[in-house]
C-alpha cells in the first residue's frame, strides 16, 4: 500500500483556510477592518517562510476565546459554504479520487477545528493537523503539542503513524503535495514529492532536484 499526505491551503485549496476565516469575520463585522492589515502582513510572512510556526498559529487562535464554541460552529458552516467550498478546487478533488486505494491523510498546519469539515467535504477520513486547546469547552488561543508546520508536520505525522500500528518504511511508497517552501522538511522525508502550484522557492527547489512539479488551478 501507497500513503498519499496532502497538504490543504494553497494545495487543494485555491487559497489559505486562516486568512480566508479572518476576511470572514472582518466581513461579518466580528472583526474590526484594521484587522485585515494584519492578515494580509501574517500571511506574508508565512508564505516567504519569515514567521514563526508557534507565531503563526497563535496570530489565528487569538480570535477564538472571546466566543463560545456553539457560535464559532455557527460560523464555521457559513464559512465552509461560503469561503471554502468554492476554493475546492476540481481538480484536486479528481486527484483525491485518484489515489482512494492508497491510505490517504490532510496534513496541515491550520487547527483542526476549521479543518475537519473540509476534509470531509473532500472525502479524506485522516487529517493531521495543528490541535487547538479547548478548556471547558472554549479555545484558550494556544495549542495542544507543536505546531503541525514544518518539521512539527513530521512529528505529528510520526505521532499519527503510531496510532495507525504503521512505520513509514512499511509503505511501498510514500507521497506529499505541497505548494510551500514551509513543507520542505516533509518533501525530503517522502519517496515520491510533489510540488503544487510551489511557491518560488519551492519551485526552485523541485527543478533542481527533479521533483514533480503540477498544477491544480
Known amino acids: 500500500m ?3 499526505l ?3 491551503d494553497n494545495t487543494l485549496l485555491s487559497g ?10 472582518i466581513e461579518r463585522g466580528i472583526l474590526p477592518q484594521s484587522a485585515q492589515r494584519e492578515n494580509l502582513e501574517m500571511d506574508r510572512r508565512y508564505r516567504s517562510g519569515q514567521a514563526d510556526a508557534r507565531e503563526y ?4 487562535l487569538r480570535f477564538y476565546p472571546p466566543h463560545s464554541m456553539a457560535s464559532l460552529v455557527s460560523l464555521r458552516e457559513k464559512f465552509i459554504a461560503t469561503r471554502i467550498a468554492p476554493r475546492m478546487l476540481p481538480a484536486a478533488r479528481a486527484l483525491v479520487q485518484e489515489n482512494k486505494q492508497s491510505l490517504v491523510a490532510i496534513i496541515t498546519a491550520t487547527n483542526r477545528f476549521l479543518t475537519e469539515p473540509i476534509a470531509t467535504a473532500f472525502g479524506i477520513e485522516h487529517l493531521i493537523a495543528t490541535e ?4 471547558d469547552g472554549r479555545f484558550t488561543g494556544d495549542i495542544v503539542g507543536v505546531p503541525c508546520m514544518r518539521e512539527g508536520k513530521i512529528e505529528h ?7 495507525q500500528k504503521r512505520e513509514l518504511t512499511d509503505f ?8 510551500s517552501i514551509n513543507d520542505l522538511p516533509l518533501l525530503e522525508r517522502v519517496t515520491h514529492p510533489v510540488a ?3 511557491d518560488p522557492r519551492l519551485a526552485e527547489i523541485a527543478r533542481q532536484r527533479g521533483w514533480r512539479s503540477l498544477s491544480l488551478r
Open 132 to 135: 487547538p486547546q479547548i478548556v
Open 172 to 179: 511501498t511508497q510514500t507521497h506529499f503535495y505541497s505548494d
Open 157 to 163: 505525522l510520526q505521532r499519527w503513524l503510531v496510532a
Open 57 to 60: 498559529v497563535r496570530f489565528y
Open 6 to 8: 496532502f497538504d490543504l
Open 196 to 198: 503544487v502550484d510551489p
Open 2 to 4: 501507497n500513503l498519499v
Open 16 to 25: 489559505d483556510t486562516d486568512v480566508e476565516w479572518l476576511e470572514f469575520l
